[in-house]
């Protein structure tokens, strides 16, 4: 009888312990999806410059690099400009311009006063 109780137990045991075996299905909105890829592709698109053309018109240190911004944006009100650093200058870089088109038209405007501009292509995206 002993014997009998404990295979009986054993046997509950083992078969509450591995009788789990169903799948678990999570069930979720497609718009969560759609909701998420719009949210990476905003922010890959916003945080990163590398994505436009921009027009680099001079480099320096620091103090060098703010003259020429304030001239910057003297001449050229309308479009956007920024320092950043690129070890080891300061460099001055104009717009964000989505089209190669529209860089170079605006390219060979500020060229015109700041002969050393350069345009910048985007970067290749590595992800």
Same mark, same amino acid.
């Given at each position: 009888?002993?014997?009998? !109780?404990? #295979?009986?137990?054993?046997?509950? #045991?083992?078969?509450?312990?591995?009788?789990? @075996?169903? $799948?678990?299905?999570?069930? $979720?909105?497609?718009?969560?999806?759609? !909701?998420?890829? !719009?949210?990476?592709?905003?922010?890959? &698109?916003?945080?990163?410059?590398? @994505?436009?053309?921009?027009?680099?018109?001079?480099?320096? @240190?620091?103090?060098?690099?703010?003259?020429? *911004?304030? @001239?910057?944006?003297? &001449?050229?009100?309308?479009?956007?400009?920024?320092?950043?650093?690129?070890?080891?200058?300061?460099?001055?870089?104009?717009?964000?311009?989505?089209? *190669?088109?529209?860089? =170079?038209?605006?390219?060979? =405007?500020?060229? *015109? *006063?700041?002969?050393?501009?350069? !345009?910048?292509?985007?970067?290749?995206?590595?992800?």
């Amino acid at each position: 009888m002993k014997t009998l !109780l404990t #295979i009986i137990a054993f046997t509950s #045991i083992t078969t509450a312990t591995f009788g789990q @075996n169903d $799948q678990i299905t999570i069930s $979720q909105d497609d718009r969560i999806t759609e !909701l998420l890829k !719009l949210y990476k592709s905003s922010n890959s &698109d916003t945080n990163s410059s590398s @994505n436009y053309y921009r027009i680099q018109v001079g480099f320096g @240190n620091h103090a060098r690099a703010q003259r020429i *911004k304030s @001239n910057v944006e003297v &001449d050229f009100p309308t479009l956007s400009s920024k320092i950043d650093f690129d070890s080891p200058t300061y460099r001055v870089r104009l717009g964000r311009f989505k089209s *190669k088109l529209e860089a =170079e038209r605006k390219f060979k =405007e500020v060229r *015109k *006063k700041y002969p050393e501009a350069i !345009l910048l292509k985007p970067k290749k995206s590595t992800k």
